[in-house]
C-alpha cells in the first residue's frame, strides 16, 4: 500500500477485555515495529519483527501484550485483560531495514490507534 | 543508556517568523538522530535525519537540522514558520549499528500566531 495502516483508529473497551490492534506495513518492509505513546509522551518502543519472527519484545510492559506476524505482513497487537493504564495511542511503523549489522533504514508510521480503556 | 531531552514543551512563535526546536541526545557513539512532526490525528512524517557526513541535513519542508558532536545536540530550524507547520515535534535517537529500537523525545508543541 502506499502507507502503513492502522485499524482501527479509535477502540474503546472495559476493563478487563480483550483487544487486538491491526497494522499493515508498507509493501516489502521487511521490519515491523510497534510503539506505544501515551498523553504527553513521545512514542515508547514495544517490539520489532524481522519477517515473521519478533527479533526484539523487551519493550512489551508485561506478559498481558503479545503481537504476531504470521505471514510476514498484517501484524496484530493483542492486549489481554486490558487495565485503565494501557489507555493510549498505538503506533506502527514499517522499514526496508534488514536487520543485518550496520544496516539501518528509515521508520515510516501510520497513524495509530487510539485505545481507550474504561 | 541512551536518552533524548527536548527541554522546550512548547514554543509559540509568529508566522513568518524564524524557528529553533531543541533536541539534546546522550549516547556513547556517534548516533542515527531524525526529526519527526505529528500533527493532531495523523502518524509520525520524518522531517529529516542524519546518519553520517555532512552535519547540516536538509529535510522536507524547508527543514534543516545541525548535528553538534560537541554539544550532544540536533536542533530543528526553520527560517520562515508557517501556520501549517503547527504540529508536535519529536526528536528521536537510533543507537548504532542495527538501528532499529528509536529512543524519541518527549516532544515539542509548535503553536504558530497569524
Known amino acids: 500500500g502506499a502507507g502503513v495502516s492502522q485499524t482501527p483508529s479509535n477502540k474503546v473497551t472495559e476493563k478487563g477485555k480483550y483487544v487486538e490492534l491491526r497494522c499493515d506495513p508498507i509493501?516489502?518492509?521487511?521490519?515491523l515495529y510497534w510503539y506505544r505513546q501515551s498523553l504527553g509522551q513521545g512514542p515508547e518502543f514495544l517490539i520489532y519483527?524481522?519477517?515473521?519472527?519478533?527479533?526484539?519484545d523487551s519493550g512489551l510492559p508485561n506478559d498481558r501484550f503479545f503481537a504476531v506476524r504470521p505471514e510476514g505482513s498484517v501484524s496484530t497487537l493483542k492486549i489481554q485483560r486490558t487495565e485503565r493504564g494501557d489507555s493510549a495511542v498505538y503506533l506502527c511503523?514499517?522499514?526496508?531495514?534488514?536487520?543485518?549489522?550496520?544496516?539501518?533504514?528509515?521508520?515510516?508510521f501510520g497513524p495509530g490507534t487510539r485505545l481507550t480503556v474504561l | 543508556a541512551q536518552s533524548v531531552t527536548q527541554p522546550d514543551i512548547h514554543i509559540t512563535v509568529s508566522e513568518g517568523a524564524s524557528l529553533e526546536l531543541r533536541c539534546n541526545y546522550s549516547?556513547?557513539?556517534?548516533?542515527?538522530l531524525f526529526w519527526y512532526v505529528q500533527s493532531p490525528g495523523q502518524g509520525l512524517q520524518l522531517l529529516l535525519k542524519?546518519?553520517?557526513?555532512?552535519?547540516l541535513v536538509q529535510g522536507i519542508k524547508g527543514f534543516e537540522a545541525e548535528f553538534k558532536r560537541s554539544q550532544s545536540s540536533f536542533n530543528l530550524r526553520k527560517p520562515s514558520v508557517h501556520w501549517s507547520d503547527a504540529a508536535e515535534y519529536f526528536c528521536?535517537?537510533?543507537?548504532?549499528?542495527?538501528?532499529?529500537?528509536?529512543?524519541f523525545g518527549t516532544g515539542t508543541r509548535l503553536k504558530v500566531l497569524a
Open positions: 509493501s516489502g518492509h521487511t521490519a
Open positions: 511503523a514499517s522499514s526496508l531495514f534488514t536487520g543485518l549489522a550496520g544496516s539501518t533504514d528509515t521508520q515510516y
Open positions: 549516547y556513547g557513539a556517534t548516533p542515527y
Open positions: 542524519y546518519f553520517s557526513g555532512d552535519t
Open positions: 519483527f524481522q519477517g515473521t519472527g519478533a527479533a526484539d
Open positions: 528521536a535517537v537510533g543507537a548504532r549499528p542495527g538501528t532499529y529500537k528509536y529512543i
